[in-house]
């Protein structure tokens, strides 16, 4: 136990300025690990060879060594600031309990004894024992001066045990037990933090293995038990974004580096906060994600090979083959799942490693999450909290970290068409595949039905509060301003989207364009919040090419369709009914929803050359430009031939 002394002692301040050398080398390596993706892993993106293929991996280690470092010095600095909190308030009331002693005529001993004066006996008090170390006798005439001595003993008994003492031994007796847990909580404290501290060490190499992004997670979880923080304690719940962004605001830097080292995942889910501090947090949990989804493949893995050599045993007795096989089944899928997301948080990474060079903007990951579904990310290109104009991608049918690579390069080619017709403005666009989106949109696939999961408006119900607090965020976390936002939706990205601008109060976004909408769940531009003027749909029709240079396979779509993904027909003035009418989708049959695309619903149809479902994100399309031009505020310049 430490003494009187020893807490008056500690160096509160000099504590504090150690941590914030910490949280320096923190932002030091952060700085290292962006000038190494933007210096010199951005210009390698679109090179090969075997040389290219080294410098790559040797600078991206380089680079994960950074990341880790400032991980780790976030940690050493929040648990150092921890230590000076926690002391700083023992410290605060040791003096008060000093202050009283000294007011009563008391003295203090180092270790935590009080010594009090004689007094004049006034009563009948009983000769009833001492508390357990106190000396001094007393009776009904008078009390001798005496030694209190701090007790394990709870304080409701003082009274019990110092009445022979009389009053100066009574109060003198509680004021020890105070001073006595004072001591003993600061050698506690002292315990964990040094703990704490001693579980923050590193090996003398440059490999950073998925044990070590494991470790990392392990560290942040002792520093937690060891200050005692809690996410529901420090971080807001059920917040609106701007709730959250006041939040954030009101937080010093210091502590805003040590929310995020310790609950990254928390932070980096906020909406609201700066485009910054999300991608700092996620960043980290990317890391950590990918490290423990590797290590439960390895694991299935080896599974998988226990099973093959069980079955091998097993090869003629069909009793016990038959379990196996379905237990092989399992693990294979699981394994197959989590290898596809696997693949997509590489392929997420890869993309923040190789921003900012070469005429790309800045990356910033606002989201990423591994779920039991295909997993999510939200990825920007360009910072959203300081761009003149804001567009956010929100993909249809498969969506998920399985298909990043797709949903990255669409948002990614928007920036580049967007930025090329914006001279002098900043731009930033945003891969949003925030949502459980439906599996697939064919009837009869992957074993449903008539009806696919596509048909189902449940998936654009349970999105839309989360997209529209995802826009307001957007809102909250810019200073000044608000920018000019487009929402863009692909097929039931669309749906989301409509679903969204039916919950909230206000308009969602400035504009809002989609590309082969099945539907909105609404029946006119107008219900959409935004003022018809500001609603745009493309469509592309299967027939367009008399070359039939188009796959047949491409002939099932959604756009323009009477029938959903059965059938498409270029027909933009006339009124076909939609899959609503014949699906629950439109959530009445017969009666659903008309399709944007539809001269009824009152959009403005956009110039469309697409192809086919999946052709309106193509560098150098008239569909690319198009949107360009709706997301810039530019649809005077709109391209029709």
């Known amino acids: 136990m430490l003494t009187v002394t020893q807490l008056q002692d500690v160096p509160v301040e000099w504590i504090n300025s150690v941590a914030s050398g910490w949280h320096r080398a923190g932002r030091d390596a952060e700085d290292s690990r962006d000038f190494i993706g933007q210096a010199f892993l951005a210009p390698l993106a679109d090179s090969s060879g075997e040389t290219v293929d080294t410098a790559r991996d040797r600078l991206r280690l380089i680079s994960d060594n950074c990341e880790y470092a400032r991980q780790q010095c976030a940690l050493v600095a929040t648990t150092l600031e921890s230590l000076a909190d926690r002391m700083a308030e023992l410290k605060r009331e040791l003096r008060s309990a000093l202050g009283e002693a000294e007011a009563a005529g008391y003295q203090v001993g180092d270790d935590g004894s009080v010594s009090y004066p004689a007094a004049e006996g006034g009563g009948n008090e009983l000769p009833l024992p001492l508390l357990p170390g106190g000396s001094g006798s007393g009776s009904a005439e008078s009390f001798e001066a005496g030694t209190a001595r701090p007790s394990p003993l709870p304080d409701y008994l003082g009274g019990v045990f110092t009445g022979a003492r009389g009053p100066h031994g009574e109060a003198a007796q509680l004021l020890a037990n105070r001073i006595g847990r004072l001591l003993a909580q600061a050698g506690e404290c002292d315990e964990q933090i040094a703990a704490a501290l001693g579980e923050l060490t590193t090996r003398e190499t440059l490999t950073v293995s998925d044990a070590t992004w494991l470790d990392a997670q392990a ?87 226990r099973n093959a050599a069980r079955q091998e045993e097993a090869m003629w007795n069909r009793h016990e083959l038959a379990p196996l096989r379905q237990e092989e089944e399992e693990l294979a899928a699981r394994r197959d799942h989590l290898q596809r997301q696997l693949e997509g948080m590489g392929l997420v990474q890869e993309h923040l490693d190789t921003a900012g060079q070469d005429g790309r903007p800045e990356a910033f990951l606002l989201g990423i999450g591994v779920d039991d579904e295909e997993g999510r990310f939200i990825l920007a290109n360009g910072n959203p909290d300081t761009a003149d104009h804001t567009a956010v991608y929100v993909p249809g049918t ?244």
């Open 219 to 305: 560290d942040a979880e002792a520093v937690v038990g060891a200050s005692g923080a809690a996410p529901d304690s420090l971080i807001p719940e059920d917040g609106t974004p701007a709730d959250n962004r006041s939040w954030w605001d009101g937080l010093s830097r210091e502590e805003q580096a040590s929310v995020i080292a310790l609950f990254p995942a928390e932070v980096g889910a906020l909406d609201g906060l700066p485009a910054e501090a999300r991608d700092q947090a996620n960043r980290a949990v990317l890391r950590m994600e990918e490290a423990r989804l590797d290590r439960e493949v390895a694991r299935l893995d080896a599974e998988l090979a």
């Open 398 to 641: 498969g969506a998920g970290l399985a298909s990043a690579g797709t949903e990255i390069n669409r948002a990614r080619d928007m920036w580049l068409d967007s930025h090329s017709v914006s001279p002098g403005e900043e731009v930033s666009t945003i891969a949003w595949v925030g949502y459980d989106a439906p599996d697939n949109a064919n009837p009869f696939s992957a074993g449903d039905l008539l009806l696919p999961d596509a048909a189902q408006e449940s998936y654009a119900r349970d999105a839309a509060p989360v997209l529209r607090d995802f826009t307001g965020g957007l809102q909250a976390a810019r200073d000044g301003d608000t920018g000019h936002t487009t929402l863009v939706g692909h097929s039931y990205g669309s749906t989301v989207i409509g679903a969204a601008t039916q919950v909230g109060d206000g308009a969602i976004a400035d504009d809002i364009l989609v590309a082969g909408s099945p539907g909105m769940l609404v029946d006119s531009a107008e219900d959409l919040g935004v003022g018809g003027e500001h609603v745009w749909a493309m469509a592309g029709p299967v027939f367009a090419d008399p070359s039939l240079s188009v796959d047949t396979s491409d002939m099932i779509e959604y756009d323009r369709t009477p029938f959903g993904p059965i059938l498409d027909f270029n027909a933009p003035s006339i009124d076909w009914p939609n899959i609503g009418d014949i699906v629950p989708l439109a959530g009445a049959p017969f009666l659903g929803p008309r399709v944007p695309s539809m001269e009824s619903f009152g959009a403005n149809i956009v110039p469309t050359d697409s192809l086919n479902h999946s052709d309106y994100w193509v560098l150098g399309s008239r569909s690319l430009r198009n949107q360009a031009l709706v997301i810039t505020e530019r649809t005077d310049l709109m391209v029709t031939e």
